[in-house]
């Protein structure tokens, strides 16, 4: 099970730090990726980090602004999000691939949370 925490209303230009907890499998054997999906929109992959933390990925609008980490130890990844913007609005879930590596296809996951609500809006 996968549980997404830290999402909030925030004004353009601020910060959220989103949280992925994990219980009854050990993340430190899993791909995690970070999606999100927009009203009316697919759901997109966001950002991912291997299983060692030495493979991440971001997705093009992100990059520069979110940074995304991991605590095996405490069975936990985190979403950094800075500078955010009214167009991150969205839904944000945390997804498990079983396999050390990480990508951003919504086929590939094995695990995914129920999100947590993130909205930019002034």
């Known amino acids: 099970q996968l549980v997404e925490s830290g999402g909030d209303l925030v004004q353009p230009g601020e910060s959220l730090r989103l949280s992925c907890v994990a219980s009854?499998?050990?993340?430190?054997?899993?791909?995690i990726t970070w999606f999100r999906q927009a009203p009316g929109k697919e759901r997109e992959g966001v950002s991912c980090i291997s299983s060692s933390s030495n493979f991440q990925d971001h997705t093009a609008s992100v990059k520069g602004r979110f940074s995304i980490s991991r605590d095996n130890a405490k069975n936990t990844v985190f979403l950094q999000m800075d500078s955010l913007r009214p167009e991150d609005t969205g839904i944000y879930y945390c997804?498990?691939?079983?396999?050390?590596?990480?990508?951003?296809?919504?086929?590939?996951?094995?695990?995914w949370g129920k999100g947590t609500q993130v909205t930019v809006s002034s």
């Open positions: 997804a498990a691939r079983g396999r050390p590596g990480c990508n951003m296809r919504t086929d590939d996951m094995d695990y």
């Open positions: 009854g499998i050990g993340l430190e054997y899993y791909g």
